[in-house]
């Protein structure tokens, strides 16, 4: 049963059981051999002591002692030698016995048939590495030239049994070291044939399913999906969950593009590094693509590619650019003890920020901060007066988050230097209610910039001041279309700077009088109602309304026809003459005929030759006077006279139109412009020549309406 015990355990068990034996049998063997010691020194002692001593035949006691310690001395050494004599044949007897044991054992053990001790990968075990063999370790020799290893998918590789100790003749481990990697996935060993050196067993076979080395997946990116802020100079990194190596290729899409290299600071990192500085304020989009290959392990080529898949896909935004929201002073008249401030539109790198900074001409100063944002440069003395100072700040200042300004920075500046003054108001069509300014460029005396003050023609007046800007005040309105020259004499006292110089001479003219009656405008909405709607727009303004249709039902008509052959037709100074509506030929109606219907409800006067003045005098009373003139059409104009059945010869041209004169711009006896309300364009502003043009067709006619 011990024995049985013994050789089931295999090889393990063996040896323990084996070391167990022969320390009992040395112990035992030990005590046995003590045992036959003891035993046989004392029958030796017996054998060399005589019973009972005889006294020697010695003739002295000197030579009876010294043959009793010779005697003593021979006995001592032969009792040793028996001794030794026992000892070894007790060993030697106990290891034959050892020999006999341990032969039978490792007999009995070959015969057995071999178990499986060890296997690398185990059932379901993903493979560590590549580099590494896989082994199967038997408790008990084996036939190697019977047994047959497989392994699917099949690659490069050889299998080789190797001996459990160098000593030993039999060999219980096979190997496979692979020369090329596998893909991703299913491992399929399989031994067949499995059976004892001697063969006598019955044949076996053992499989194993496990695993490719794991492909790493992707367990966290940095900078982290959506981050913001990211720093241009940031490199990327992704956190696998296994090791990574040479059976796996990475490749990285950025978009938009950016020069970049990937590498491995560890076995389960993949870093990308930019090789330029990413663009700021942008967002980027980064793919992760994995490629699984089989290389050689020796060489490291690579023998196959499998399928790129994308395993990460993530966006960050990179930081913004620090852009520069102010620098002051600015302008032409900067203050000479003023200090230079830059404000950014974020928190900044003060050291970076102070390092970009230089002015031109070279200033000292110190530096310091209002805030986190705003940097305060300090000359250690005044500024020079008149002078244009460049400030620069270089590319590559630095905010707190990372971002860097790509491009120079420039800002100018001119000290206050000689007092200058602009005036206003500037024209030549200026409100007659206006008031003088003058602006200086810096800080005056303000008695003294007063007492330079001049204006041609005299006008009375007072002074005011808002900041720079002296203001004087007129008395009274300025006159209409008048000229004003106005002078800043030289030596106006400056505050900070420098006094003036020259003197600052300027001019404006005055607006137009412009004079308009409130009369309402109609437009004629039939061919030749013109005459009739000029008459409705004069009663208008005196408070009478009536119609187009009813002013034609009313007012007197000559119903004589067009005859074109004879060229006879009705008398416009008799009433009305021809189709309002123009669907057969059409005229109108002189200012006689109308006078006296406009006389039914409004008094008024017929002129004749009447001068232009005279006639805006009128309109300056507040009468609106109605005229006969052309229409201003190109193609009209022309005489189209005709006679009337009785012989009278009637003045008449194409275009004949009415007007209502409401107005006038300048003065009364010299107008620049004329104002009419046209049936037809409404308010109509012409300059007088044009209005006098139009109006010498029919002699000036006119009908003054009161």
């Given amino acids: 049963m011990a024995l049985r015990i013994f050789i089931d355990n295999g090889l393990e068990y063996e040896y323990a059981f084996l070391l167990a034996v022969v320390a009992f049998l040395l112990v035992f063997s030990y005590s046995i051999v003590s045992i036959a010691i003891r035993y046989r020194k004392g029958k030796l002692s017996k054998n060399l002591v005589p019973s009972s001593p005889e006294a020697p035949d010695i003739s002295t006691e000197d030579e009876y002692i010294e043959a009793q310690v010779a005697d003593n001395r021979l006995k001592k050494i032969a009792k040793a030698v028996l001794s030794k004599i026992r000892v070894v044949r007790h060993f030697m007897l106990l290891a034959n016995t050892l020999l006999i044991i341990l032969a039978f054992v490792l007999v009995f053990d070959l015969l057995q048939n071999p178990g499986i001790r060890v296997t690398y990968p185990q059932e379901a075990q993903a493979l560590k590495s590549y580099e590494e063999p896989l082994i199967i370790t038997f408790d008990r020799p084996i036939d190697t030239k019977q047994f047959q290893p497989y392994i699917f998918p099949e690659i490069q590789g050889e299998w080789i049994a190797q001996q459990e100790f160098s000593w030993l003749p ?21 031994y067949a044939d499995i059976t004892d050196i001697h063969n006598i067993q019955e044949k076996w ?17 940095s900078p982290e999906n959506e981050a913001t802020d990211v720093a241009v100079d940031r490199e990327l990194q992704f956190k696998l969950t296994s090791q990574g190596g040479s059976f796996v290729e990475w490749r990285v899409e950025v978009e938009p593009e950016a020069e970049h290299e990937i590498y491995f600071p560890a076995d389960d990192i993949v870093q990308v590094r930019f090789l330029n500085n990413l663009r700021q304020n942008t967002n980027y989009l980064i793919k992760l693509y994995r490629t699984p290959v089989r290389y050689n392990l020796i060489s490291k080529e690579v023998v196959e590619r499998g399928e790129e898949i994308l395993v990460s896909e993530t966006s960050f935004v990179t930081v913004k650019e620090p852009l520069l929201e102010s620098i002051s002073p600015s302008g032409n008249n900067v203050y000479v003890t003023d200090s230079i401030k830059v404000v950014f539109d974020q928190v900044m790198d003060q050291e970076t920020a102070q390092a970009s900074f230089s002015v031109s001409p070279a200033i000292q ?26 400030v620069k700040l270089a590319p590559g200042i630095k905010s707190s988050k990372g971002g860097i300004t790509e491009s120079e920075i420039t800002h100018q500046f001119k000290t206050i230097g000689e007092v200058t003054a602009s005036i206003g108001p500037s024209g030549s069509s200026v409100k007659i209610g206006v008031n003088i300014s003058i602006n200086f460029n810096q800080p005056v005396d303000k008695n003294v910039a007063q007492s330079k003050f001049s204006i041609n023609p005299s006008v009375a007046g007072t002074f005011s001041w808002n900041g720079n800007t002296m203001v004087f005040n007129p008395n009274a309105n300025l006159a209409y279309s008048t000229k004003y020259d106005i002078s800043i004499g030289s030596g106006v006292k400056s505050i900070h700077g420098i006094d003036s110089k020259r003197s600052y001479n300027h001019s404006f003219t005055t607006e137009q009088l412009v004079f308009t009656l409130n009369v309402p405008v109609y437009y004629q909405t039939q061919r030749f109602a013109c005459n009739l709607v000029a008459a409705r727009m004069a009663l208008a303004y ?29 008398n416009p100074h008799v009433g009305y003459v021809g189709d309002i509506n123009g669907v057969s030929e059409g005229y109108g109606v002189y200012w006689g005929p109308l006078s006296s219907w406009m006389s039914g409800y409004r008094s008024n006067s017929v002129r004749v030759g009447m001068s232009r003045t005279a006639m805006l005098t009128e309109v300056q009373n507040g009468n609106p006077v109605i005229i006969w003139a052309h229409n201003g059409y190109s193609g009209s104009g022309a005489n ?16 004949m139109h009415s007007y209502v004169v409401v107005g006038w711009r300048g003065p009364i006896d010299n107008p620049s412009h004329i104002i009419l309300n046209d049936p037809n364009r409404g308010r109509w502003t012409i300059t007088t020549g044009y209005f006098d043009s139009l109006w010498s067709y029919f002699g000036r006619a006119a009908v003054v309406v009161y």
Avoid: C
């Fill in 205 to 221: 076979e053992w499989a194993i399913n496990s695993r490719s080395v794991d492909t790493p997946e992707i367990e966290s990116v």
């Fill in 640 to 655: 189209r006279s005709w006679t009337t059945p009785g012989g009278t010869s009637i003045y008449a041209i194409r275009g």
């Fill in 170 to 190: 039999f060999k219980r481990t096979v190997a496979f070291y692979p020369q090329e990697s596998i893909f991703p996935g299913k491992v399929f060993i399989y």
């Fill in 542 to 570: 005196r408070g009478v309304s009536v119609s187009t249709s009813a002013a034609h039902s009313q007012i007197a008509k000559d119903n004589t026809p067009w005859d074109p052959d004879a060229n006879t037709w009705g």
């Fill in 365 to 390: 100063g110190d530096f310091t901060w209002e805030n986190e944002r705003t940097m305060l440069f300090k000359p250690a003395q005044n500024l020079a007066k008149q002078t244009e100072y460049t």
